[in-house]
């Protein structure tokens, strides 16, 4: 097992560099073909639109998904001025007014997950001692990876893709450090005697224009949403949660889909809001992120005189007196 798990990061480091080549030789026929349909106009960077309404798509015909996006849905550190510096501060700046129109829902929609009693008095007894959106409970203050759905529903920051036919790495900027993950594009089946990961095992294929995503495999060490910019009562699962998510390109906006389903807690699978974001601009650039538990002993707990402060939440986090 420990040569499996050393050899694994050199080979997930590898197919990444291969994808990418792979990647760009695909992607230089689509790109000839993406701009004669917008007036011979170049593509600015890897994966953008020509003119940001025009989808483009890699030499099998499928949308081109490929490149980095931002998905700045919340305020405070991943604001921008109006000089186009970044606010560092979580109790300053607002969020991105075009990505925040994307995805602006009426708290009362944003969907949250139907659980078993027994199950939604242990997801109030969390939120009952939750700050805001922080609590020492969150696994993210351990600096575990995400998960599925949760990395994408609580990306702040950027996310990177890398496409090929075979397979495709999404890796994401985030609280916890770099988290990625690859998908198997190749028609090939979850396997049968798999053990449970952050991750989990995903596979994947088309649906006209829509990328497939099927995941299982997941362990029951993450959460759902919950925290910053995601569903607030998104949070307990078990290790036989399975996830079918959808991503749509249309232009320079991607737009998120999943369902979730969990036998063992939920009372019906849980379909989670739609999100949207957008892809880079030219000459954005992914980073590498890193995380240090060193937070959970700092964190305040909720009081009689002051039970709930979040300045930098999405519409749906706050209680509804305070919305």
């Known amino acids: 097992m420990r040569s499996r798990l050393t050899s694994y990061g050199v080979a997930a480091a590898s197919l990444a560099a291969l994808l990418l080549a792979a990647g760009l030789l ?3 026929p689509a790109a000839a073909q993406n701009a004669s349909a917008a007036g011979a106009a170049k593509k600015p960077c890897m994966g953008c639109s020509v003119d940001g309404k025009t989808t483009p798509r890699t030499a099998d015909g499928h949308p081109d998904i490929s490149g980095l996006w931002n998905n700045n849905i919340v305020g405070g550190a991943f604001a921008k001025s109006e000089d186009g510096s970044s606010y560092f501060d979580f109790g ?23 659980y078993k009693p027994e199950y939604a008095a242990k997801v109030k007894a969390i939120m009952d ?18 998960g599925v759905p949760r990395v994408f529903l609580l990306l702040g920051f950027a996310m990177q893709i890398v496409q090929s036919p075979d397979a495709m790495v999404f890796m994401y900027e985030t609280n916890t450090g770099d988290n990625t993950r690859i998908i198997y594009m190749d028609g090939r089946p979850h396997p049968k005697d798999q053990d449970t990961s952050f991750m989990g095992d995903s596979i994947g294929h088309w ?5 497939v995503v099927d995941v299982n495999g997941l362990n029951d060490e993450t959460w759902l949403g919950a925290g910053q910019a995601a569903p607030r009562f998104a949070i307990l699962h078990s290790d036989k949660e399975h996830v079918i998510e959808r991503y749509t390109r249309v232009g320079d906006v991607l737009t998120y889909e999943a369902t979730v389903e969990d036998p063992v807690m939920f009372t019906q699978p849980w379909v989670v809001t739609p999100r949207r974001i957008r892809h880079a601009a030219a000459g954005d650039y992914f980073l590498q992120s890193f995380c240090t538990p060193m ?28 919305q």
């Not at 001692?129 to 995400?146: E, F």
């Not at 649906?207 to 990328?211: I, M, S």
């Open 92 to 114: 300053g700046g607002a969020r991105d007014p075009e990505v925040a129109a994307l995805n602006r829902v009426a708290p009362d929609k944003i969907s949250q997950p139907s």
């Open 26 to 28: 695909i992607l230089r």
């Open 129 to 146: 001692v939750t700050y805001g959106a922080s609590t020492a409970q969150d696994p993210q203050m351990d600096c575990k990876p995400l």
């Open 207 to 211: 649906e006209g224009d829509t990328l």
């Open 295 to 322: 937070d959970k002993q700092h964190l305040v707990k909720p009081t009689a005189e002051d039970p709930y402060i979040c300045n930098y939440c999405a519409p749906g986090a706050k209680p509804p007196q305070q």
